[in-house]
C-alpha cells in the first residue's frame, strides 16, 4: 500500500524495475499496482529476471518492455 499511495494521483510515462528471479511474485505485484494507478505508463522490466526470463514476463505480467543484458545505453534510447 506505501507504493499505491506514492504513486496514486501522479502521471508517469514511464515505470523502471528490476530484480532478481527469486523475487518475480514481488515483482508482479508492483507491476500490478502501478498499471491500476497509472494505466497508461509503461512499465519496463530489467535485471537477472528480465534476462533470465523474458518470455515468462511478458506472458505473465503487465510488463511492456524487457531489457535483457546491460540496460544502461537501452533505458536511454527508451525516454529519448
Known amino acids: 500500500e506505501d ?7 501522479r502521471r508517469y510515462k514511464l515505470c523502471g ?6 523475487a518475480f511474485s514481488k515483482l508482479k505485484q ?3 499496482i502501478v498499471r491500476q494507478e497509472c494505466s497508461d505508463c509503461k512499465i519496463v522490466a530489467g535485471n537477472s ?5 523474458p518470455e ?3 506472458r505473465n505480467t503487465e510488463v511492456d ?3 535483457c543484458g546491460e540496460g544502461d545505453q537501452t533505458i536511454v534510447e527508451l525516454v529519448s
Open 17 to 22: 524495475i528490476g530484480c532478481i528471479v527469486t
Open 30 to 32: 508492483i507491476v500490478e
Open 65 to 67: 518492455i524487457v531489457v
Open 49 to 53: 529476471v528480465a534476462t533470465t526470463v
Open 56 to 58: 515468462l514476463l511478458l
Open 3 to 9: 507504493l499505491r499511495q506514492m504513486i496514486s494521483g
